[in-house]
């Protein structure tokens, strides 16, 4: 089940409801190190970004602005809530003491992969400076928590058919998920400490309102190929989208601080 979050047009009703604070509850001697931060980090990274994946606040109809996909239900964000939360309980008991929270830093390496359709930004062939100030946004939202975003990797896929047709769908007779396994399969770099990021089109999909969307940490384990986050390049810091998303469409939402 793909994690997409909607544009919240009635500012009441938020999709996903993770407990407030609940990073900054745990001590110090509960922070993840070595192997355990790595596993930690996979799973706080794959929440930043699927969870609130195209959130954004808006004061306008439906109509004017692009839409997610299809949101999973109650039960489902519970199912990802509880097998996220158990992986964390089943690393913190096997945690090492750290003497202050200013030793806890964790680097999370990003590798972003822009699928473009011609040499235009309109056709995804967006400026570097638009992908580092979009790990500048994240950085800044997580500034407090010990863990950082680092741009360790980039790169322009000429693929109009990826640019086009990758979409939503989890029925692997539709195009938009043999291109979106296909897209995977070829560009994915890193393990579970890293966060892949795909920006593309969306031009030519069922939904061609959708901002993005992201699996569960809870389906890593099963399908790690199928890890990462899809955007539409419209959406990152000085793009299209901007006004509708002031560049955050990887930033986590519920409160952890």
Not at 6 to 22: S, V, W
Not at 34 to 45: C, E, P, V
Not at 92 to 117: G, K, R
Request: aromatic share 10%; charged share 20%.
């Amino acid at each position: 089940m793909e994690a997409v979050i909607p544009i919240n047009h009635d500012k009441t009703q938020g999709l996903h409801k993770f407990e407030p604070g609940a990073l900054a509850r745990l001590s110090c001697s509960d922070r993840p190190t070595g192997k355990q931060a790595s596993m930690f980090m996979s799973l706080i990274a794959t929440l930043a970004v699927g969870f609130v994946l195209a959130f954004a606040q808006v004061n306008s109809t439906e109509d004017q602005f692009p839409r997610c996909g299809s949101t999973p239900s109650e039960a489902e964000v519970r199912v990802a809530e509880l097998s996220f939360l158990a992986k964390v309980n089943a690393s913190m008991a096997t945690q090492t003491t750290l003497n202050a929270m200013d030793d806890f830093n964790v680097v999370i390496p990003v590798h972003w992969h822009a699928i473009t359709s011609g040499k235009s930004i309109r056709a995804g062939y967006i400026p570097m400076s638009q992908i580092t100030e979009s790990i500048k946004v994240l950085n800044k939202d997580f500034s407090s928590t010990g863990f950082s975003f680092k741009l360790e990797s980039s790169e322009y896929i000429p693929n109009e058919i990826w640019y086009d047709r990758v979409g939503l769908t989890k029925d692997p007779r539709s195009p938009e998920y043999v291109y979106q396994v296909e897209m995977k399969q070829a560009l994915r770099l890193g393990g579970a400490s890293a966060l892949n990021v795909y920006s593309t089109g969306f031009t030519n999909t069922t939904n061609r309102r959708l901002l993005g969307f992201a699996t569960f940490p809870s389906e890593y384990d099963y399908n790690p190929v199928d890890d990462g986050v899809v955007i539409r390049c419209s959406t990152v810091p000085g793009g299209m989208f901007y006004p509708l998303t002031k560049g955050r469409l990887l930033r986590m939402k519920w409160d952890i601080g």
